[in-house]
């Protein structure tokens, strides 16, 4: 009835065109290939951005987005990280694969989850503030919280020399008798991560990689568990110190039975994979 009025204000008025003006700006339902291309950039550099951040960076409408990336791009969410919104054969064979290996190991003895140490990088905001953080935590609690620039990125060589070389000093002086001995890593298929060069070093070190099946935020603790609680729980802060500080705080004052019952659930999750013949299974759980 408003809409009704309005155009009958405008002709008597003496409008005689019923086409909309011209509107400034961009048009808001802009899904060019060039933009698709700009909003793969925004999540392939951050997995866990969500539509709001890519609204803001990219310039376009909610609804051109959800289109972009639901119809364009394939993708949705889960456990706040995109995925694709449908997995071949293949892929869900290998999720099946991966997690009867691994479950063989903990169900033997082999590997113990005390002895796990798994990690990721995500972005924290606050207005303009962007500032990315590796973490690596096990199952007592956290391990090492490196924070990065927005302008920085991580490629192998990064990764090793700040995080890994870090992370490595940290467990030697946590555990001055074993060292890295019988410690086992845990991280996605980032390519920083899988690089060549990442896993000799990691060899070199005496650690051994635990394998990930690729599109499985699902079976990581970072991802189903650690960074949107540490987001939902952040308060507004003025600098990236007072951001990096408030993460790491938060991190720290969670007690050792959270990080315990995680680390758990994880292998609970490895089963859930496997019965529900690798398909994504966040619905099932309660």
């Known amino acids: 009835y408003r809409t009704v009025r309005r155009w009958s204000q405008w002709f008597r008025e003496g409008r005689e065109e019923i086409e909309d003006e011209a509107r400034p700006g961009r048009p808001i339902t802009e899904t060019t290939s060039e933009n698709i291309e700009q909003v793969r950039l925004l999540i392939d550099d951050d997995l866990h951005i969500t ?9 376009l409408s909610r609804g051109t987005l ?33 997690c009867k290996q691994n479950l063989a190991k903990f169900q033997e003895g082999t590997w113990r989850l005390c002895d796990i140490i798994t990690g990721d990088e995500s972005w924290f905001y606050h207005t303009q503030i962007g500032r990315k953080s590796s973490n690596a935590a096990w199952s007592d ?57 990442v896993s000799k070093y990691l060899e070199s070190e005496r650690l051994t990689i635990i394998p990930h099946p690729p599109n499985s935020p699902d079976l990581s603790p970072c991802d189903f568990w650690l960074f949107d ?41 490895i089963q859930l994979c496997i019965d529900n013949q690798g398909d994504y299974f966040e619905h099932l759980i309660k």
């Open 51 to 59: 539509i709001e951040e890519v609204q803001e960076q990219a310039g």
């Open 66 to 98: 959800q289109r972009i990336i639901t119809d364009h791009l394939n993708l949705k969410k889960a456990t706040a990280r995109y995925i694709p919104k449908d997995l071949t054969d293949f892929q869900r064979a290998k999720r099946v694969r991966i």
């Open 141 to 197: 609690g956290p391990v090492l919280i490196h924070p990065m620039e927005r302008e920085q990125t991580i490629d192998h060589h990064y990764y090793i020399n700040n995080c890994l070389r870090t992370l490595v000093d940290e467990i030697k002086r946590q555990r001055p008798s074993y060292g890295t001995s019988r410690i086992k890593i845990h991280h996605d298929n980032g390519r920083a991560h899988i690089h060549e060069d």
């Open 229 to 269: 609680l540490i987001k939902t729980n952040l308060s507004d802060q003025s600098a990236s110190e007072s951001l990096y500080d408030a993460v790491r705080d938060f991190m720290y004052s969670l007690n050792r039975e959270e990080y315990k019952k995680t680390f758990e659930k994880w292998v609970q999750r």
